[in-house]
């Protein structure tokens, strides 16, 4: 069956760097537009970047040139290195999986969504 499982969460100080990883199975990577999602405390969840199959990226602006998402298709694995970090960043972090379709540009809209991982969890301090 389809998993996704995220990686690399944890708390660090304003300015520092984290990277998340999102090891999928039960499905390859290449053949989906995949993204990241946050959820900051009380607000709903929000896609903040995604990667189509052919290697396209799209970023929300909150995150745009601070965040960069890339994949590993052999290893099957998403990720997304986040730079400059800022106490606004404190969230849950999701991997998730868009449509396979090769037409879309992104997968940021929830609605489109049909995998989510667990979570992982991002503090940042000031």
């Known amino acids: 069956q389809v998993q996704l499982v995220e990686s690399g969460g944890g708390s660090v100080q304003a300015g520092g760097s984290l990277r998340l990883s999102c090891a999928a199975s039960g499905y390859s990577i290449s053949s989906y537009c995949m993204a990241w999602f946050r959820q900051l405390p009380g607000k709903e969840r929000e896609g903040i970047a995604s990667i189509t199959r052919l290697g396209d990226t799209t970023y929300a602006d909150s995150v745009k040139g601070r965040f960069t998402i890339s994949k590993d298709n052999a290893e099957n694995t998403l990720y997304l290195l986040m730079n400059n970090l800022k106490p606004e960043d404190t969230a849950m972090y999701y991997c998730?999986?868009?449509?396979?379709?090769?037409?879309?540009?992104?997968?940021?809209?929830?609605?489109?969504?049909?995998?989510w991982g667990q979570g992982a969890r991002v503090t940042v301090s000031s």
């Open positions: 998730a999986r868009g449509s396979a379709s090769s037409y879309i540009t992104s997968c940021l809209d929830r609605s489109g969504i049909g995998y």
